[in-house]
């Protein structure tokens, strides 16, 4: 059975840099098109970028070009995001999901509070 | 990118009730579409998938339905457990799109 387990809450200062592992089992990594996802506080959905591990280079939401950064781990099937310049408004829960046809998967989110 | 447009953005229901949401797609999604639910402090749980497929465990009184651009989420007999936001999301496409968000309260 497909799963995504993402990796424990975090607290970081402004400035500061904050990495979200996404462990999966069940899937054919590879080829697997990891997105994450983020929601702030008492806001909506949040599209950030994707990466296919086999492919080539991620994409991501113009919004957080040059603070983000997706890569992934073939040997230990686990995928990250990377964000820096950590500002108050990156609070948010961030989500890894993807598609195997037709349906779409959820890791459970990771809390990043950014607090001084 | 492909704009999401959901509606209503709130909506008041009592248990019993049929209730319809909307979901637009700016451009055809080709039934790339999910539907999810949402408590607070809750990752948003999976409700129907490909616009109209069942998720395993969701209760049948959640159906999809709808084509190309236009897609509706209706719940046939709102339950207390029911009172939640819903999102519909697009995953034709890599850049994925959510709609807005609709709040079912009483």
């Given at each position: 059975q497909l799963q995504l387990v993402q990796s424990g809450a975090e607290v970081r200062k402004p400035g500061s840099s904050v990495k979200v592992s996404c462990k999966t089992s069940?899937?054919?990594?590879?080829?697997f098109v990891f997105s994450w996802v983020r929601q702030a506080p008492g806001q909506g959905l949040e599209w950030m970028g994707r990466l296919i591990p086999i492919s080539t280079a991620p994409v991501y939401a113009q919004k957080l070009q040059g603070r983000v950064t997706l890569t992934a781990d073939k040997s230990t099937k686990t995928a990250y995001m990377e964000l820096r310049d950590l500002r108050y408004d990156d609070t948010a829960v961030y989500y890894c999901a993807g598609v195997s046809n037709p349906t779409v998967y959820w890791g459970q989110g990771t809390l990043v509070t950014v607090s001084s | 990118d492909i704009q999401m447009t959901q509606s209503p953005s709130t909506l008041s229901a009592s248990v019993g009730d049929r209730v319809t949401i909307t979901c637009r797609a700016s451009q055809n999604i080709y039934g790339w579409l999910a539907w999810y639910q949402q408590k607070p402090g809750k990752a948003p749980k999976l409700l129907i998938y490909k616009a109209s497929s069942l998720e395993s465990g969701v209760p049948a009184r959640f159906s999809g339905s709808g084509s190309e651009t236009e897609f509706t989420l209706t719940i046939s007999s709102l339950q207390p457990d029911d009172f939640a936001t819903y999102y519909c999301h697009q995953y034709n496409t890599d850049w994925w799109t959510f709609g807005q968000g609709t709040k079912v309260d009483i």
């Amino acid at each position: 059975q497909l799963q995504l387990v993402q990796s424990g809450a975090e607290v970081r200062k402004p400035g500061s840099s904050v990495k979200v592992s996404c462990k999966t089992s069940g899937v054919t990594f590879n080829t697997f098109v990891f997105s994450w996802v983020r929601q702030a506080p008492g806001q909506g959905l949040e599209w950030m970028g994707r990466l296919i591990p086999i492919s080539t280079a991620p994409v991501y939401a113009q919004k957080l070009q040059g603070r983000v950064t997706l890569t992934a781990d073939k040997s230990t099937k686990t995928a990250y995001m990377e964000l820096r310049d950590l500002r108050y408004d990156d609070t948010a829960v961030y989500y890894c999901a993807g598609v195997s046809n037709p349906t779409v998967y959820w890791g459970q989110g990771t809390l990043v509070t950014v607090s001084s | 990118d492909i704009q999401m447009t959901q509606s209503p953005s709130t909506l008041s229901a009592s248990v019993g009730d049929r209730v319809t949401i909307t979901c637009r797609a700016s451009q055809n999604i080709y039934g790339w579409l999910a539907w999810y639910q949402q408590k607070p402090g809750k990752a948003p749980k999976l409700l129907i998938y490909k616009a109209s497929s069942l998720e395993s465990g969701v209760p049948a009184r959640f159906s999809g339905s709808g084509s190309e651009t236009e897609f509706t989420l209706t719940i046939s007999s709102l339950q207390p457990d029911d009172f939640a936001t819903y999102y519909c999301h697009q995953y034709n496409t890599d850049w994925w799109t959510f709609g807005q968000g609709t709040k079912v309260d009483i």
